[in-house]
């Protein structure tokens, strides 16, 4: 058998995480520039399945990975939608440019490329459909009530309209536009915020569902804008969708000190991106102030940038 490479970009949330836990709208979009990348080989001789992620020192096999385990279950799942009850004889490397636990989907990355690389090599590439649900259930384990945004931008690698539960909406992007994501360096796990924030809601439902509402409307407006290639007013759409992520508790400083910086530096619009308290935010950038944009986040503390075209 050939040895078979898969690869998945990462991802940034443009508008509307939280809400989307709550059957609101939220855009998201693949973020090319980081990539996860898995490649299969046959190993003859060798007891089932090695998995190798060098970047993270992990070097075992499937048969002594925990069944919780990402990286297992996302095997385990492959190999059962297959019908296959003999783990192969073969080696599975992963690799990563995706920053981990930071917003930018690493996991569902390093899901979507597992099950691609392991069903090629097994001769029976998975339709995205099923790469889908089976990302969406590896996604289960790293917090118990993931909308599936992140495995779906990662699985169709396009802009996405994501609604819980409903079909898969792709958004055609006829004027590309950039962004800067500016990550504060901070790790909180999404777990976290997402935990707090359903403990707010149920604490004062009516105020949590009139956030969840406004966020909604705002990606819903932003589908909009981008469909009609009117860019510059996703800027404000941007600043008022951090305004209420701030109100429902998923800020902080260090992303409030990010995003001022951005907007001073001439943005169009910035925000807080995915689970928040740390992680990444994004900027609305022209190409007059994209670089000026970038020194700003990086003089107010940002750990690393990405200059991202959404195409
Ligand atoms: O932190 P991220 O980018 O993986 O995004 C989490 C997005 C949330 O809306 C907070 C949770 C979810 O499952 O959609």
């Not at 981990?100 to 099950?115: D, T």
């Not at 259930?137 to 990662?154: A, R």
């Amino acid at each position: 058998m050939p040895a078979i490479t898969a690869s998945a970009p990462g991802k940034i949330i443009l508008f509307g995480e939280h809400a989307v836990v709550y059957g609101q709208p939220a855009i998201a979009v693949p973020v090319h520039q980081v990539q996860a990348r898995v490649v299969v080989k046959a190993q003859p001789g060798s007891a089932g399945i090695n998995v190798l992620a060098p970047d993270i020192s992990l070097s075992s096999t499937l048969a002594k990975l925990p069944l919780e385990d990402a990286v297992a279950k996302a095997i385990h799942l492959t190999l059962d939608s297959l019908g296959i009850k003999e783990p192969p004889a073969c080696s599975l490397i992963i690799s990563s440019t995706i920053p981990l636990a930071a917003g930018l989907g690493s996991g569902a990355a390093v899901s979507v490329a597992i099950i691609r690389a392991l069903s090629g090599f097994m001769g029976h590439s998975l339709p995205d459909d099923t790469v889908n649900e089976i990302a969406f259930e590896v996604e289960k384990l790293h917090h118990g009530t993931p909308s599936g945004i992140d495995n779906t931008v990662i699985t169709y690698g396009k802009p996405v309209y994501f609604i819980k539960g409903e079909e898969i909406k792709t958004i055609e992007i006829s004027q590309p536009f950039t962004l800067v994501i500016g990550d504060t360096g901070i790790v909180t796990p999404t777990s976290e915020t997402v935990g707090d924030v359903r403990r707010s809601y149920e604490a004062e439902p009516a105020l949590f569902e009139n956030y969840f509402k406004m966020c909604g409307m705002i990606a819903t407006n932003a589908a909009i804008s981008i469909q009609n290639s009117r860019i510059p007013s996703l800027g404000p759409l941007m600043n008022d969708n951090h305004d209420i992520l701030s109100k429902m508790g998923v800020s902080n400083p260090e992303l409030d000190r990010l995003v001022e910086a951005a907007q001073s530096a001439g943005a169009l619009g910035a925000k807080l991106s995915g689970g928040g308290r740390g992680g990444n935010m994004i900027a609305l950038v022209d190409s007059q102030s994209a670089s000026a944009v970038e020194s700003a986040l990086i003089q107010a503390g940002a750990s690393r940038t990405i200059i991202s075209t959404v195409q």
